[in-house]
């Protein structure tokens, strides 16, 4: 998505802690994601119970690698057909996959239009491209104040790696260290952190913007 940012075209801004550009996780910060009910779909398809294929289930090197765009979807579902232990098709994969998307968290537009007005906006998402297809058209009016939403499927690196972030830097262009990112994953937040990136941790719209005002003075 390369939608223009609102208040873009004042140019870059720096805030009083020298910020020059926002970045932002998607899911479970501007989107609201939930990993059972890709398990429960996954287990009312095949007959199987709900807490099984969740104990079974990984965020593997397999679930990594599709995410960096190493392996297609049909090759990741084949795959969790052995260890999951259950026999579906890649329709039926898919269907469960796709609906760990909910609804946009409560108060992400207002972030982003707040935000907007005063510095550029981007994302960094951790998502397959099955996914990509998926969330970027649903979501496509809440993303669209952000300039360009980075995706590690196309990148070919994922978060918490500090590469991913030094990628995505560089195609930011603006120094780490005048770029403020927010994550719900503390993991992802160290990793930027350690890429040179001032780094927050937050688990809702509300919470980035406490940041944004208080800490960053964004609005200002």
Request: glycine share 8%.
């Amino acid at each position: 998505m390369n939608s223009a940012a609102a208040g873009q075209g004042n140019g870059t801004r720096r805030t009083n802690s020298g910020v020059e550009a926002l970045l932002f996780d998607v899911g479970g910060v501007l989107v609201e994601i939930d990993f059972a009910r890709a398990f429960a779909a996954w287990a009312a398809a095949s007959g199987t119970s709900e807490h099984a294929i969740a104990g079974r289930f990984r965020f593997d090197e397999a679930y990594a690698a599709h995410e960096r765009g190493e392996i297609s979807a049909v090759e990741y579902f084949d795959g969790l057909r052995r260890s999951l232990g259950i026999k579906l098709t890649d329709e039926q994969f898919l269907s469960g996959w796709n609906a760990i998307f909910l609804n946009e968290a409560d108060g992400a537009r207002s972030v982003l239009r707040t935000a907007g007005e005063t510095h550029p906006l981007y994302a960094f998402s951790n998502t397959c491209e099955a996914h990509r297809q998926y969330w970027m058209p649903r979501y496509e009016e809440l993303l669209r104040p952000i300039a360009k939403v980075f995706l590690s499927s196309q990148i070919g690196l994922r978060k918490p790696s500090p590469e991913a972030f030094a990628c995505v830097v560089r195609h930011i262009g603006v120094a780490a260290g005048r770029i403020a990112f927010f994550d719900d994953m503390p993991e992802h937040v160290a990793g930027a952190r350690s890429a040179g990136l001032i780094a927050f941790c937050v688990r809702s719209p509300a919470e980035a913007l406490a940041v944004l005002q208080n800490e960053l003075r964004v609005s200002e």
